[in-house]
T-cell receptor
Framework: GAVVSQHPSRVICKSGTSVKIECRSLDFQATTMFWYRQFPKQSLMLMATSNEGSKATYEQGVEKDKFLINHASLTLSTLTVTSAHPEDSSFYIC?????????FGQGTRLTVV | AQKITQTQPGMFVQEKEAVTLDCTYDTSDPSYGLFWYKQPSSGEMIFLIYQGSYDQQNATEGRYSLNFQKARKSANLVISASQLGDSAMYFCAMRSGGTSYGKLTFGQGTILTVHP
């Protein structure tokens, strides 16, 4: 199956700093990628849809200035958590669409201290 | 609006037995897709099985089968011959259509524990 690589898998950062998470489709071109957030033992909640060459579409309640998404190429989307706070600590996972299927990255566990 | 409901927060099964994980959905789209994913403690999302809304037959993938009852809007996952490695969180998800094609809406998840 298709491979989506997400990096880093774990990151610990200080409160107030920014963290960038990368999502790459390794063997196919992805015009659309999705970013999800998951709190412990809860479901995945869609944060935004990342479209190559255009602005991301954010879900209701997600701060676009805090969660910056850039999809500059057909194989890479990045999520930057700006001015991170402890409440941003969570599991972030991306997926890339190829035809009708969605392939997930390995996820990033963010801890803000 | 799309909605996926998994009513079983946790399920227990004996090794080698079969188990059914429930999933009901609601959508006004005539065309949709239903997915099941397994999420072990590592966090990765492992695709298990897919059912399209127009598929006539229930999907099967090895030990996994999907009991698709369109009129009842249910898409239950059946795992046969459970193994210890099946212990994980399981999510039912629905793919939306139209301009947001590919976006998945997830259920609350079911934690499956397989006992030896």
């Amino acid at each position: 199956g298709a491979v989506v690589s997400q990096h880093p898998s774990r990151v610990i950062c200080k409160s107030g700093t920014s963290v960038k998470i990368e999502c790459r489709s390794l063997d196919f071109q992805a015009t659309t990628m999705f970013w999800y957030r998951q709190f412990p033992k809860q479901s995945l909640m869609l944060m935004a849809t990342s479209n190559e060459g255009s602005k991301a579409t954010y879900e209701q309640g997600v701060e676009k200035d805090k969660f910056l998404i850039n999809h500059a190429s057909l194989t890479l989307s990045t999520l930057t958590v700006t001015s991170a706070h402890p409440e941003d600590s969570s599991f972030y996972i991306c997926s890339a669409r190829r035809t009708s299927e969605a392939f997930f990255g390995q996820g990033t566990r963010l801890t803000v201290v | 609006a799309q909605k996926i409901t998994q009513t079983q927060p946790g399920m227990f099964v004996q090794e080698k037995e079969a188990v059914t994980l429930d999933c009901t959905y609601d959508t006004s789209d005539p065309s949709y897709g239903l997915f099941w994913y397994k999420q072990p403690s590592s966090g990765e999302m492992i695709f298990l099985i897919y059912q399209g809304s127009y598929d006539q037959q229930n999907a099967t993938e090895g030990r996994y089968s999907l009991n698709f009852q369109k009129a009842r809007k249910s898409a239950n996952l059946v795992i046969s011959a459970s193994q210890l490695g099946d212990s994980a969180m399981y999510f039912c998800a629905m793919r939306s259509g139209g301009t947001s094609y590919g976006k998945l809406t997830f259920g609350q998840g079911t934690i499956l524990t397989v006992h030896p």
